[in-house]
């Protein structure tokens, strides 16, 4: 039998650790394992052939450290590469392991919180651009209307921590008005991004009344803890100690200065070399 491993959790910089703060405090048991490939992020710009390209790389990565199981907790990853590689490289890579991404298990969710029937989604160029959500919640609630907005500048005010300026303000107004002119039937608004969540304040407070904000970090770790018990022969390869690890492709000391905003407390990461 193949070695026992930790949860891999895979992010383009350093929103996914928004998902995995979410997946410690339901599954604190597990290790887990972060990877943040800062040094080639952002990848909400990038084609699709460059980010399944990374995301592969990284996927392997992750397989080399022991990983059954790996989160891809970055949208764009999602988007654009997880599809290719659950259908084309796992079976030749690692048959018995699992890749998994953040669109489908918040797809199947949001049908449960809007009652207009319409639904808003804010994410990267590249995640609007590639219609995943669009089809993704189709497939579960045909009767939901989506309507999606880029918000291109939001990533950078993140990680530039300049999500609490007056600067800030601007762009989340600017796109929450494009958004709301597309449809004033949306009730229910989804921060299709893992960096989205440091701006929620902001957001909540422009957002119209009567309106709800939804972000990835609870639903997919409720879908994680799901999957698990629903797939024993992927969770028994899974370690139990209760021991979270990070790594990143570019430099550790900005990685860790960045990281405790986005997961709650300081973090010590290692660099790796893909």
């Known amino acids: 039998m193949a070695d026992k ?3 891999g959790v895979f992010d383009s910089g350093y929103g996914g650790l928004t998902v995995l703060k979410e997946i410690v405090a339901q599954l604190p048991a597990y290790d887990y ?11 909400g710009t990038r084609s699709f052939e460059t980010v399944y390209q990374y995301t592969l790389q990284c ?8 990983c059954h199981l790996v989160i891809l907790a970055c949208n764009t990853a999602s988007a654009k590469a997880l599809r290719s590689i659950q259908q084309n490289d796992l079976q030749q890579l690692a048959p018995g392991k699992r890749v998994l991404g953040v669109i489908r298990p918040t797809s199947e969710r949001i049908g449960e919180y809007t009652r207009s029937g319409s639904v808003g989604v804010l994410g990267t160029k590249g995640t609007v651009q590639s219609g995943s959500y669009v089809i993704e919640i189709e497939k579960f609630h045909p009767a939901v209307k989506v309507y999606q907005e880029a918000c291109p500048m939001w990533v950078p005010l993140v990680e530039n921590n300049e999500y609490e300026t007056e600067g800030a303000d601007y ?14 039937e ?8 893992t960096h989205y969540p440091l701006l929620r304040s902001k957001i909540e407070a422009h957002l119209p009344q009567g309106k709800q904000l939804l972000s990835q970090g609870e639903i997919v770790a409720a879908s994680l803890q799901d999957y698990l018990q629903r797939h024993p022969e992927i969770e028994s390869n899974c370690t139990k ?13 900005d990685f860790d200065n960045h990281a405790s905003r986005f997961y709650g407390k300081q973090v010590r990461s290692e660099h790796v070399n893909l």
């Open 171 to 184: 762009f989340i107004q600017k796109h929450l008005q494009n958004l709301f002119a597309q449809s004033e």
């Open 186 to 193: 949306i009730d229910t608004v989804l921060l299709a991004c």
């Open 33 to 43: 394992i972060y990877l943040g490939d800062n040094a080639r992020a952002p990848y």
């Open 59 to 66: 996927v392997e990565w992750f397989f080399r450290q022991g």
């Open 241 to 253: 100690g209760g021991k979270a690890s990070f790594y990143t492709t570019d430099s550790t000391e």
């Open 5 to 7: 491993g930790p949860i």
